[in-house]
Each structure stands twice: as structure tokens, then as C-alpha cells.
């Protein structure tokens, strides 16, 4: 029988612990500030924007908004990151994305100073993901580790199977379980015979966003199922990657979706803004 790992429960328990790390740098006087940018009325974006601040009121961190309209320039946007950098009661800046399709992302993210960027999406931080020594977490592939460890899911050794390979999820996923010296393969839409190697995987990661893609006949028996996908079906219903009923019965653990992954990225950007806060105040 399959085991389902909890996303929400294991997301409690991070936020719960940033709770209370954040309620003793309040006795010391210190407050965590996130500043959250949106730009635009995308519907998607304002869900993630209003639970990030939900999630920073549940810890006890102040959250600005600044809500920008969707014809906001290119300037406006890097004066207003270069102001956010410049104010000392500000620890993390986050842009939500996509931004309207006539910013520069990028250009955006560099902008951000790499001391603030809780998404970790800074070539700086990017590198130093990389390299292993990090002080920002990539807040999904993160989110993921944490869930591993939480069900004491050691992948030392094992086969693990990536299906992504994008700069925010795939990439630094690879990169985490080569940390924890997982056997990593990344793969993308120009792998050959995709099911081949999925079905050698002890442990395997769909972050492809289509929905029910990875079906029963990709799994090997017993396998650890990691579901980062969100898709609406034909229904309009959230989804995953995975198509969890089919998929479920054959593996060891499996997330599902919603409940899965998705509390998790916004419990360990959470996780990051505290680090950022401790840093630019020289707490451990
Ligand atoms: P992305 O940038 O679109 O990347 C998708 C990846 O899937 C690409 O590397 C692509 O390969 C690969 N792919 C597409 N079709 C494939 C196929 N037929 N076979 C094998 N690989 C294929 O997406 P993303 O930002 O990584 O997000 C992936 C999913 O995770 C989405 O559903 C997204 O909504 C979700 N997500 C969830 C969270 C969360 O908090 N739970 C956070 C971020 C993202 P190529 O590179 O070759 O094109």
C-alpha cells in the first residue's frame, strides 16, 4: 500500500519553525520584511501573491505589496527594485512572474540584489546552488528535499529521475539530490524513450506541466512519486503531472496534487526570508 506524503502537514511544520525563530528576533527588536512585487491583474499570479502574504502574516513577517498596473515600464519597475534593495527594514524582494510580456524579466532578476532574492533565481544564487553552499533554497526543488527528509527518504545511491529540466524546478532539483548523492538523470521533451528511463527511477520527479502525463507504465514498482505539476484538466479541476489513481498503487510514497509540492514552495521562501533577514543582520 502507498504512502501519501503530506505536503500540508510538512509545510505546517516548516512555517511553525519559522514561527518561532521569527518571534525570538522580535524579543531582540528585529523585524523580517518581505517586500512581494506584482505587476499586472493575471488571476494566477494575484492567488500566489495574496497566499505568499498569508503565509508571511501565519509567521509573524511584515509583507508590502506593491501592486503595479500592467502597462508599468521597464524603468519603473528597476527603480522600484532599486529602491527595495536600498531600504535597510526591507530583507527580501520578490517579483512575482511571468511579468507582462513587454518586461525583461531577466533583466529584472538580476536587478534584484542577490542578497534579497528569497527565490534564489539570481545568477549569484543560481552558481552558488551549484557549487553546494548556498544560503538561499530553490523554493520548489527545495520544498521537495524537505518532504524527503521529513518521511526519512534517503536517496543516497538511488536512481532519480528528473522530468524538467527548467531553470526553477528541474535544474535545481537535479542539483539537491546530487547533493544528498542521489544517482541523478535529467530529462526533457528531447529524451529518447522517456518511459525506459523513467522506469529505472527509485525516485522520480515530474515537473513537466501537462497534465496526467506520467502514467502507470512509466513507474517502476515501489518507486518514490514526486508530483510538482500544476495543470486544470478538461474539467477545469487542479492536477498534477502524475496520473495520481493509476500511478498511486504501484509506488512506495506519492504527493499528491493539490496538497502536495504547492505548500511547500511558499513554506521555504518563507524559510529563505528569515535567512535573509538573519544574514543582513550578521545572526547565524
Ligand atoms: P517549464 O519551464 O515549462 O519546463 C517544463 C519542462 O518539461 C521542460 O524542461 C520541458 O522540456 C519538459 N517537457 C515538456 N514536454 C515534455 C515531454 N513530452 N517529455 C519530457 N519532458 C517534457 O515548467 P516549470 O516552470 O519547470 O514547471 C513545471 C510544472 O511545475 C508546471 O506544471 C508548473 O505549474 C509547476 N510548478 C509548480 C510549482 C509548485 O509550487 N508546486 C512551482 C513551479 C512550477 P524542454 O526543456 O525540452 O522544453
Given at each position: 500500500?502507498?504512502?501519501?506524503?503530506?505536503?500540508?502537514?510538512?509545510?505546517?511544520?516548516?512555517?511553525?519553525?519559522?514561527?518561532?525563530?521569527?518571534?525570538?528576533?522580535?524579543?531582540?527588536?528585529?523585524?523580517?520584511?518581505?517586500?512581494?512585487?506584482?505587476?499586472?491583474?493575471?488571476?494566477?499570479?494575484?492567488?500566489?501573491v495574496n497566499n505568499k502574504k498569508k503565509a508571511c502574516e501565519y509567521?509573524?513577517?511584515?509583507?508590502?505589496?506593491?501592486?503595479?498596473?500592467?502597462?508599468?515600464?521597464?524603468?519603473?519597475?528597476?527603480?522600484?527594485?532599486?529602491?527595495?534593495?536600498?531600504?535597510?527594514?526591507?530583507?527580501?524582494?520578490?517579483?512575482?512572474?511571468?511579468?507582462?510580456?513587454?518586461?525583461?524579466?531577466?533583466?529584472?532578476?538580476?536587478?534584484?540584489?542577490?542578497?534579497?532574492?528569497?527565490?534564489?533565481?539570481?545568477?549569484?544564487?543560481?552558481?552558488?546552488?551549484?557549487?553546494?553552499?548556498?544560503?538561499?533554497?530553490?523554493?520548489?526543488?527545495?520544498?521537495?528535499?524537505?518532504?524527503?527528509?521529513?518521511?526519512?527518504?534517503?536517496?543516497?545511491?538511488?536512481?532519480?529521475?528528473?522530468?524538467?529540466?527548467?531553470?526553477?524546478?528541474?535544474?535545481?532539483?537535479?542539483?539537491?539530490?546530487?547533493?544528498?548523492?542521489?544517482?541523478?538523470?535529467?530529462?526533457?521533451?528531447?529524451?529518447?524513450?522517456?518511459?525506459?528511463?523513467?522506469?529505472?527511477?527509485?525516485?522520480?520527479?515530474?515537473?513537466?506541466?501537462?497534465?496526467?502525463?506520467?502514467?502507470?507504465?512509466?513507474?517502476?514498482?515501489?518507486?518514490?512519486?514526486?508530483?510538482?505539476?500544476?495543470?486544470?484538466?478538461?474539467?477545469?479541476?487542479?492536477?498534477?503531472?502524475?496520473?495520481?489513481?493509476?500511478?498511486?498503487?504501484?509506488?512506495?510514497?506519492?504527493?499528491?496534487?493539490?496538497?502536495?509540492?504547492?505548500?511547500?514552495?511558499?513554506?521555504?521562501?518563507?524559510?529563505?526570508?528569515?535567512?535573509?533577514?538573519?544574514?543582513?543582520?550578521?545572526?547565524?
Amino acid at each position: 500500500m502507498y504512502k501519501i506524503i503530506d505536503g500540508k502537514l510538512v509545510s505546517q511544520s516548516v512555517k511553525d519553525d519559522v514561527k518561532a525563530q521569527t518571534l525570538k528576533l522580535k524579543e531582540q527588536g528585529i523585524d523580517v520584511t518581505l517586500a512581494v512585487i506584482i505587476v499586472g491583474d493575471d488571476p494566477a499570479s494575484r492567488v500566489y501573491v495574496n497566499n505568499k502574504k498569508k503565509a508571511c502574516e501565519y509567521v509573524g513577517f511584515k509583507s508590502l505589496e506593491y501592486a503595479l498596473p500592467s502597462d508599468t515600464t521597464q524603468q519603473q519597475l528597476m527603480d522600484l527594485v532599486n529602491e527595495l534593495n536600498n531600504r535597510e527594514d526591507v530583507n527580501g524582494i520578490l517579483c512575482q512572474l511571468p511579468l507582462p510580456k513587454h518586461l525583461d524579466e531577466k533583466e529584472i532578476i538580476e536587478a534584484i540584489s542577490p542578497l534579497k532574492d528569497v527565490d534564489a533565481f539570481h545568477a549569484v544564487n543560481v552558481g552558488k546552488i551549484m557549487i553546494g553552499d548556498y544560503d538561499f533554497l530553490p523554493c520548489t526543488p527545495a520544498g521537495v528535499m524537505e518532504m524527503l527528509s521529513y518521511y526519512d527518504i534517503d536517496v543516497t545511491g538511488k536512481n532519480c529521475v528528473v522530468i524538467g529540466r527548467s531553470n526553477i524546478v528541474g535544474k535545481p532539483m537535479a542539483m539537491l539530490l546530487l547533493h544528498k548523492n542521489g544517482t541523478v538523470t535529467i530529462t526533457h521533451s528531447r529524451t529518447v524513450d522517456l518511459k525506459n528511463v523513467t522506469n529505472k527511477a527509485d525516485v522520480l520527479v515530474a515537473a513537466i506541466g501537462k497534465a496526467k502525463f506520467v502514467t502507470a507504465d512509466m513507474v517502476k514498482d515501489d518507486a518514490v512519486v514526486i508530483d510538482v505539476g500544476m495543470n486544470r484538466d478538461q474539467n477545469g479541476k487542479l492536477c498534477g503531472d502524475v496520473d495520481f489513481e493509476n500511478v498511486a498503487p504501484k509506488c512506495s510514497y506519492i504527493t499528491p496534487v493539490p496538497g502536495g509540492v504547492g505548500p511547500m514552495t511558499i513554506a521555504v521562501l518563507m524559510k529563505n526570508t528569515l535567512k535573509a533577514c538573519k544574514l543582513q543582520n550578521n545572526l547565524k
